[in-house]
């Protein structure tokens, strides 16, 4: 794993999970014009490069919407707020004031480290260390994590070791965990495609070409003028990640099956739904408000992994 999908990982976290900020609900008749304004300005953006993002020919429709003259129409209010990455709920009603940014996690590996292990956690018990195949596949995922430690790519042979022999444990001994070990893979790759924006943005980062506003700005922020296909890299094709969801979802459903990992296959459907990995006919913004009421349900119920999750986006939250 790179240090461009460790970024992208982080980035996911911090600004589209906790969003970066606090959320604390305001009037209403006043918030939408003050949180286009605090939106706006926090990414660095003009009234006319948000004009331009949403498809409007002028910076004066931003203008009037940030002093009160004029509210959006429907249909611009959802591009707005899908060009930040937020609901259109949060939109009108949160208040963005103490919105800030900071990449200062990115050169610490050991935050990194924890943060992907609490959004994708690798399982391991003593009864399947015992299994040769799941031994040599646990190892190899070790490697990898272990270069995702120190920045490097993980290699090619141990991401093929570890589907490999994940796969003969789970079919000569039945071990739920090499399912739960695979759906790991399974679950970055796709994150990574539905993300290869972001990846663009953390290796001009890492190059130094952008600051972190910058990346904000160019990478961040969704063109409310272009498709969702349009958004996606050129040398991804539609028909790939449909394949990669049709695995995964097999994938999760052999999970439930099983008791003692059915609580992750619960926290992993709501997480795809919260990063925006599901693909359906509802708004990035549904999708993720879904995912949110899933995982605090789940923690209602008592799924850890849940729990742990929502604990660490509130103490990550700014105060």
């Known amino acids: 794993m790179s240090r461009e999908m460790k970024f992208l990982i982080w980035a996911l976290w911090h600004n589209r999970i906790t969003g970066g900020k606090e959320i604390v609900m305001a009037n209403v008749s006043n918030q939408l014009k003050k949180n286009i304004k605090y939106l ?32 959006p129409k429907p249909d611009t209010r959802k591009k707005i707020a899908s060009h930040y990455r937020i609901t259109e709920d949060e939109l009108t009603h949160s208040d963005f004031s103490g919105l800030h940014f900071s990449t200062s996690q990115l050169g610490d590996k050991k935050k990194m480290m924890e943060m992907t292990m609490l959004m994708f956690p690798i399982i391991c018990t003593e009864r399947t260390m015992e299994d ?51 759906l790991w893979w399974f679950l970055i790759s796709e994150l990574s495609v539905k993300n290869q924006w972001m990846i663009e943005g953390a290796k001009a980062l890492n190059d130094k070409r952008v600051s972190d506003i910058n990346f904000y700005k160019k990478f961040y922020l969704k063109d409310c003028t272009v498709s969702e296909e349009e958004n996606l890299s050129e040398d991804i094709e539609q028909k790939d990640l449909e394949d990669l969801e049709e695995v995964i979802i097999e994938l999760l459903k052999e999970l439930k099956t099983y008791t003692e990992v ?6 992993y459907i709501a997480i ?14 549904m999708n993720k408000a879904i995912g949110g009421e899933m995982m605090l349900s789940f923690m209602s119920l008592g799924n850890e992994y849940a729990k742990k999750f929502i604990l660490q986006g509130i103490r990550n939250s700014p105060k």
């Not at 990414?43 to 004009?51: I, K, M, R, T």
């Not at 910076?59 to 009037?64: E, L, Y």
């Not at 120190?150 to 965990?177: H, M």
């Not at 059915?262 to 926290?267: G, K, M, P, T, V």
């Open 272 to 285: 795809r739904y919260i990063l925006g990995c599901v693909n359906n006919n509802l708004t990035e913004g």
């Open 262 to 267: 059915s609580a992750l296959a619960d926290y």
């Open 132 to 182: 040769a195949s799941f031994k040599q596949g646990y190892a190899a995922h070790m490697r990898a994590l272990e270069a995702m430690k120190e920045g490097r790519e993980f290699a090619d042979t141990d991401y093929d070791i570890c589907v490999s022999s994940y796969s003969d444990s789970y079919d000569n001994s039945e071990t739920p965990e090499s399912i739960a070990n695979l």
């Open 40 to 71: 706006r300005t926090a990414y660095g953006e003009s009234q006319l490069d948000l004009a331009l993002a949403v498809g409007l020919d002028s910076p004066n429709a931003i203008a009037n919407y940030e002093k009160g003259i004029r509210s």
